[in-house]
């Protein structure tokens, strides 16, 4: 776990994230409020470019880092961070456990997600308890910046673009809801009039595609990147 208590320094020039994370919200002008952070992440690298980059800004009271589910809980019990920035590569099970786990812990702290790779879709985002979502490729700057306006209160979702949904064919998004029902190949086969054999390169084709070992692990990541919500 990770400590960083930030010093009181003048405001820095500069913009807030561009609008392509939220384009109808602007930071209230002189919101002097300091915030007190929490970063859940499993890289030791994240965790350093986040303390190096918040250490400077005269927004941050406080940050701390953790590098599982169960230390951020900790962190969250004896910090009670306005926000906590939640990759969701380490945000192991549910992200809607975690949340619920993070509020029993702080109450008030609202949670923003990140992620290197697949998006999770904003309703299922949302349905979770994330007050945001942002990816990695944005760089720690303008995370930080998404963080900060999460902690005042704000809501940022970038727009869906159907990147989630268009990760898998339409086949193999219908061969993924009848797994995810718990339908057995050959029950697939039948239902979809293939053959046994493709229902096999389907399922091979989607675990591929999602990074999934099994079927367990590929009806986990649907469900966080939200290609069940129509279950």
Do not use: C
């Amino acid at each position: 776990m990770t400590s960083y208590e930030g010093a009181a320094s003048p405001a820095r020039g500069g913009t807030e994230p561009g609008p392509a994370i939220d384009r109808g919200r602007t930071l209230p002008a002189g919101d002097g409020r300091r915030l007190r952070v929490l970063l859940l992440d499993g890289q030791d690298l994240v965790h350093w470019g986040f303390k190096t980059l918040l250490a400077a800004e005269h927004w941050v009271e406080r940050f701390v880092a953790a590098h599982s589910a169960d230390e951020a809980i900790e962190l969250a019990r004896r910090h009670a961070p306005h926000v906590a920035v939640v990759d969701l590569a380490a945000a192991t099970g549910s992200v809607g456990e975690l949340y619920a786990r993070l509020r029993s812990a702080s109450p008030g702290t609202r949670m923003l997600l990140m992620s290197s790779g697949d998006r999770i879709s904003t309703r299922a985002a949302r349905a979770a308890g994330a007050s945001g979502f942002v990816s990695k490729r944005r760089g720690a700057r303008e995370i930080a910046g998404a963080a900060r306006m999460v902690g005042l209160g704000m809501t940022l979702f970038e727009p869906d673009n159907g990147a989630t949904r268009s990760i898998l064919t339409q086949r193999e998004r219908e061969v993924l809801e009848l797994v995810a029902a718990g339908s057995t190949n050959r029950e697939i086969a039948r239902r979809l009039f293939l053959s046994h054999h493709t229902v096999k390169d389907h399922t091979s084709a989607l675990y591929r595609k999602m990074g999934a070992r099994n079927r367990a692990e590929a009806i986990l990541r649907a469900q966080r990147l939200g290609l069940l919500d129509n279950l």
